[in-house]
């Protein structure tokens, strides 16, 4: 049972960290590729916050593996994904921040704030870490049975 563990713990914190290298890198363009072409160069932080993010998401995904029951943590997962696509992506190659700033706005307002998504995206992704973390240590063990709250709580005094 310990080394299927081990190898489920593995085979979905290698998915997760590819899953969320590619969905992220690629159409922002800082993974150079054919499909997506940036006009404005990667800035080095955008590595390094694809990097982050990237070795977060190999930690979530490596906590998909343990077999207790704890809360997802898909929803966090999939906006710190969506924060750091807006914070690391090309500035002019946001549709939205076009039409509301114009080319010179985007550059102007919206790049030196991007960081701050990508800062988002790195807090939720490690909050949704923590929430999986706490979850797997408060659950009962593996063949163990589960403790109701009056047996673990203090007798009141009367």
Request: with cysteine.
């Amino acid at each position: 049972m310990q080394r299927f563990m081990v190898w489920k713990a593995l085979a979905s914190s290698a998915g997760m960290g590819l899953v969320v290298l590619l969905l992220v890198g690629i159409p922002s363009g800082v993974i150079p590729n054919p499909f997506f072409v940036r006009p404005l160069e990667a800035r080095p932080t955008d590595f390094i916050f694809l990097g982050v993010i990237t070795a977060l998401a190999v930690a979530l995904g490596a906590t998909y593996g343990v077999p207790k029951s704890c809360s997802p943590q898909d929803s966090k997962a999939l906006g710190s994904g969506l924060l750091l696509f807006i914070g690391i992506g090309c500035p002019v190659c946001n549709k939205v921040v076009l039409t509301l700033a114009g080319a010179s706005g985007a550059l102007t307002y919206f790049e030196p704030i991007q960081p701050l998504f990508s800062l988002a995206a790195i807090a939720v992704m490690g909050v949704a870490l923590a929430l999986r973390v706490r979850d797997i240590r408060r659950a009962p063990a593996i063949g163990q049975p589960a403790t109701s709250l009056a047996q673990t709580l203090p007798p009141t005094p009367q």
